[in-house]
């Protein structure tokens, strides 16, 4: 269950960026491929390029059996507004089953969402309407997130639940508390993050960081770390042999905890790329 939200899901979410750039026909693939695999669950946003463009003939077929979440990086209500509606119109569905504040990551933003004349007046606004069913929050900065909640009674949180920053500095621990004892969906992104790409390294332009390798021991531990820390699913990154490395390997992570072996691991591991570490601000 995703909270209080009512919303049983799959512990994988389809992030929608996997779109990103890619052929209508591959969009398509990948979200049958989804589907078929029992994923319902499905999170874009406009600032992933043309990923709405894709995911919204993509889902279609499928929209009625899925659940649909969208955001918005407008921090004022008639930028939120205007926002909202194209990604209605833009992923061809008459309402998203959860919207959400963008990359929440300082003071400034918060203040902005809601003061008066602030986004949050668009997401009641469209709540009212039936343009939304939950309202939620994805953010970066932890203390900014746990701000969000003190001021608004939000039904989901996405959150950066890195294992590199948690080892290191106990990032994200006391944001697990807080929506456990509030019953308040976490859906934990960035868990495969493992560090910066160093100079010289290919980078990709739908996964700004290196992950743990697929198939090794540490990229189970950082999946089984998410789900320690509450979260309801995990959200790879736009990646699609990550996202099918996800699913193929979710059912052991469930069935099998994080260990005291395995936390060792990510504890001795973390502090090797001490420095190199994933920049949240990003």
Known sequence: MLGKTGYEITPVVFGGIINTSETQGDANYFVSYAVDRGVNFFDVAPAYGNAEERLGPALKPYRKGVYLACKTLCRDAK????????????????????????????????????????????????????????IGITAHIEEQALRC?????????????NPVHGMLYGTGYKLAEVVKARNIGLLCMKVHAWRQFLEGEPKTQKGWYKCAEPGSALSLATMKYGIMQGGAALVPPGLFEVFKYTLDH???????????????LLKSEAEKVRGHELNLNQ
Do not use: C
Request: aromatic letters at 10%.
């Open 250 to 264: 979710i059912e052991e992570v469930l069935a099998n905890p994080l260990s005291e072996s395995e936390l060792e």
């Open 149 to 161: 909640l003190d001021m608004y009674d939000f039904e989901s949180v996405m959150y950066t639940m």
């Open 79 to 134: 930028g939120a507004k205007e926002e909202l509606l194209n990604s209605l119109r833009l992923l061809q569905t008459d309402y998203f089953d959860v919207y959400q504040l963008h990359g929440i990551k300082d003071a400034g933003e918060v203040d902005a969402a809601f003061a008066w004349g602030g986004a949050m007046e668009t997401m009641e606004w469209a709540k009212k309407e039936g343009l939304i069913r939950k």
